[in-house]
């Protein structure tokens, strides 16, 4: 079958190319190097014989060309892309019967013929680019299976006395080889010669190296004790040093000793193999202490210090453990030993990393339900993940030690290894998050140091996230992901994914961020200018300069989403169709959304309410607090806080009290005893009136007398007050007054009196002594 679809492609391309004049040498020349490295992949595939550094170099030339076809691609869609756009210039041809012009007629053929010659080279690449992409997913298919099947395949037990010999025969023979190797290259004349010149060098950079692994480095250790135990205050920057300092001086004097190892050229070809390997192993053996005082140091002392202690020793048996791990690896690959001697040799090291596993996650038990203990939420949030991490240590403690003595030998290796280097990792991202922690509370201290706290709340958490960000390629290719599998991935974000005739990509969703980033900043500032230099500068209220701000926002916001999306080279025009489409949903699913925003765009503009407003809507009352698009928050005196959709603003009635001034009127009603003069009430009540401070004289104060009431004769007095948020103020005190004057003048503010007349009392008299009578004679 792919035989078959390879014929037509290559039949169909050898038609392209003669019904237009394919003449392009160097186009021809690539794609018929794909067409081959197509087949010939297609052919290792079908045999399944290759090995996998075979499958990955044929890889590697698949991958390429399917850059080169996508780059073919791109700038045939480029080219095709202004003839397009010319034709429809020049219109569809006229129809029969209609005669056009030499010179259209002429052009628009040469346009058909351009595109027909620019489109062959987009066919052959797009087919080649599916044609690589597809036989690149077969090839990782073919990888990722060998990989697990070597996960799944059961071997010889190490604990099988028969494989023990052998594991002794191997090692000794390497043992051998090695030490022959040196004592060949003392007895060559040739050899001694050129060692006696290297000498010298070797020995300076050996010597030093040891020093700075050995002298320095615990005389570097002692200073720093001592310094602590005096008591003496170490500051940040000198704790950030003398931490530094403990990883660079190890890793300098490691790279000196390696350096003297390989410039004496003592080593063979089985010692290279060792030699190889050695920058691992040293990177294992300094990283380990560093990382295991970074993250269990403590200056406590008693059960904190002795669980420090505990994960400290852990951390380091650990870089010992890789190291080995390593240094075997490199060994068993030259002396090429059997499956049974790798099972025997690997097993201690399983062993004791369950142990070590075990410890780990005792320790980090413990220290879980210690910090679960706090009161702090925050503090028991931070430790989840390390119960999650103490548990998986626990299984793998378990699991490692049962698969290796089975027989899985390869399993065992996948699930203490990868883990030793996901505990180094995991330590390393701590260390960086608290180096950072530490530098910004040593920024944040001082003077105003709550403000910046504050401002800066959210940068822990950011860095947190760049770091774990930053850890996933590290981790995927820890747990068994290949370089390839990641380089795939970024080519896959770099080259973007085509919708239409327009390629989006990483780098486009970059500069989409990155301009509208830019505008957004833009659009704030220019909001903070205005608010702080050009608002106050005017007369307009509070509820216009929120208006302006808000408009402002908004037109920004706009303008740099169209900016940024013309930047990134779509093709706006192809929006009108999505926002036609988008239209009709919105229509029928989206009408109060859009009806509110509509009505938050009236409300900013015709401003029949505004910020700071006291109104009365939907049966809520309160200050207008904030209107926004979509609704209106209202404060309540209840202090309470009421969303009120604008829609309701706009088509229901609103009471604004404070609108278009803040002057109001003030009813207050009383009632008077009957026999009580009204011309003095009206004196009494206006006199009030006049003497309040908040009170208007003009429109000036008036008292109604309203009706002749059941028992009272009815006044109302009305008054206008200069803020009509003092409403319930003057009222209350008004009454105050009210009671004090009448009290004075000897007015009397009746109360309902009632007069109850019963009828038949007689009959009623009779019925209650005949009752009496009844109960007297029953209790008898």
């Not at 794609?31 to 045999?47: F, G, K, P, Q």
């Not at 080995?324 to 060994?331: F, N």
């Not at 950072?436 to 947190?464: A, K, M, N």
């Not at 007015?747 to 019925?767: C, M, R, S, Y």
Request: charged share 20%.
């Amino acid at each position: 079958m792919k035989l078959m679809i390879v014929a037509i492609q290559t039949a169909l391309i050898a038609m392209f190319m003669a019904s237009v004049g394919f003449a392009q040498s160097d186009n021809t020349e690539m794609v018929n190097a794909w067409i081959a490295t197509a087949t010939r992949a297609e052919e290792v595939l079908d045999t399944n014989l290759a090995s996998t550094s075979a499958l990955e170099a044929l890889r590697a030339e698949l991958v390429e060309q399917r850059s080169e076809a996508l780059g073919l691609e791109v700038v045939s869609q480029s080219n095709i892309v202004p003839l397009r756009t010319e034709l429809d210039v020049l219109g569809p041809p006229p129809e029969d019967g209609i005669a056009e012009a030499t010179e259209i007629a002429a052009r628009r053929a040469v346009l058909e013929a351009e595109i027909v010659r620019e489109t062959v080279p987009l066919l052959l690449a797009q087919a080649a680019y599916r044609r690589a992409d597809g036989l690149i997913r077969d090839i990782n298919a073919v990888i990722r299976t060998r990989f697990s099947d070597t996960l799944v395949e059961l071997g010889p037990s190490p604990l099988d006395p028969t494989l023990w010999p052998e594991a002794i025969g191997d090692v000794s023979h390497y043992t051998t080889r090695l030490i022959g190797e040196v004592s060949d290259t003392f007895a060559q004349d040739a050899s001694r010669t050129s060692l006696a010149k290297k000498a010298p060098l070797a020995l300076l950079f050996a010597g030093l190296g040891l020093w700075m692994l050995l002298g320095v480095r615990r005389g570097f250790a002692d200073l720093v004790k001592r310094g602590l135990a005096a008591g003496g205050d170490v500051t940040m920057w000198q704790s950030s040093l003398a931490d530094l300092a403990r990883l660079l001086v190890p890793s300098v004097g490691a790279v000196a000793v390696i350096f003297a190892i390989r410039s004496s050229e003592l080593a063979g070809v089985w010692g290279l193999a060792i030699v190889d390997v050695l920058p691992q192993i040293a990177v294992a053996l300094i990283a380990a202490p560093w990382l295991g005082h970074s993250v269990f140091g403590t200056t406590q002392k008693g059960e904190g210090d002795a669980i420090a202690r505990s994960g400290y020793r852990m951390s380091v048996l650990l870089g010992i453990l890789y190291a080995a791990s390593v240094l075997l690896s490199a060994v068993s690959v030259q002396g090429e030993f059997s499956t049974g001697t790798q099972a025997v040799l690997n097993f201690p090291l399983v062993i004791i990393a369950a142990f070590v596993f075990f410890r780990l996650s005792k320790i980090l038990k413990d220290g879980w339900h210690t910090d679960l203990n706090s009161n702090d939420e925050v503090e028991k949030s931070e430790f989840i993940f390390s119960a999650i991490l103490s548990r998986l240590l626990f299984i793998f403690a378990i699991v490692a030690p049962i698969l290796a003595a089975i027989g899985y030998f390869a399993a065992a290796r996948f699930v203490v290894f990868p883990t030793i280097v996901t505990l180094g990792l995991l330590a390393t991202l701590l260390v960086m998050f608290n180096l950072i922690r530490t530098f910004l509370d040593y920024w944040i201290e001082g003077e105003g140091h709550e403000l910046r706290r504050d401002q800066t709340r959210l940068i822990p958490v950011f860095v947190g996230f760049l770091l774990s960000l930053g850890a996933l390629p590290l981790l995927a290719l820890i747990w068994g992901a290949r370089t390839s599998d990641l380089l795939e991935i970024w080519g896959w974000l770099s080259d973007g994914v085509t919708i239409g005739e327009s390629r989006f990509s990483l780098t486009d969703l970059l500069v989409f961020i990155l301009v509208f980033g830019i505008g957004y900043t833009i659009t704030r500032l220019l909001q903070k200018t205005i608010r702080n230099t050009v608002l106050p500068r005017t007369k307009m209220d509070i509820g216009g300069k929120s208006a302006v701000l808000t408009g402002v926002g908004y037109a920004g916001v706009t303008i740099a989403a169209l900016a940024a999306i013309s930047a990134t080279g779509l093709d706006l025009s192809s929006l009108a169709i999505v926002a036609g489409a988008l239209s009709v949903g919105i229509g029928f699913g989206l009408q109060a959304v859009v009806s509110n925003f509509v009505s938050g765009i009236i409300l900013l503009v015709e401003r029949p309410i505004k910020e700071g407003d006291w109104i009365i809507a939907g049966g809520h009352e309160g200050i207008v607090r904030k209107i926004s698009v979509r609704a209106t928050l209202v404060d309540t005196f209840d202090r309470c806080a009421v969303v009120i959709p604008n829609s309701d603003l706009i088509a229901g009635s609103v009471l604004n009290w404070t609108s278009p001034d803040l002057s109001g009127r003030v009813k207050v009603p009383i009632g008077v005893a009957y026999g009580t003069d009204p011309d003095k009430v009206k004196e009494v009540l206006l006199s009030i009136a006049a003497d309040h401070p908040v009170a208007l004289k003009y429109p000036a104060p008036t008292v109604i007398f309203k009706n002749f009431g059941a028992s009272s004769l009815d006044f109302e007095m009305r008054v206008f007050i200069r803020d009509v948020n003092q409403i319930l103020t003057v009222h209350s005190d008004i009454n105050f007054e009210i009671a004090r004057r009448f009290e004075q003048e000897g007015i009397e503010v009746p109360f309902d009196q009632h007069d109850i007349t019963l009828k038949n009392v007689d009959q009623i008299g009779a019925a209650v002594s005949d009752a009496i009578k009844e109960i007297g004679s029953g209790s008898k």
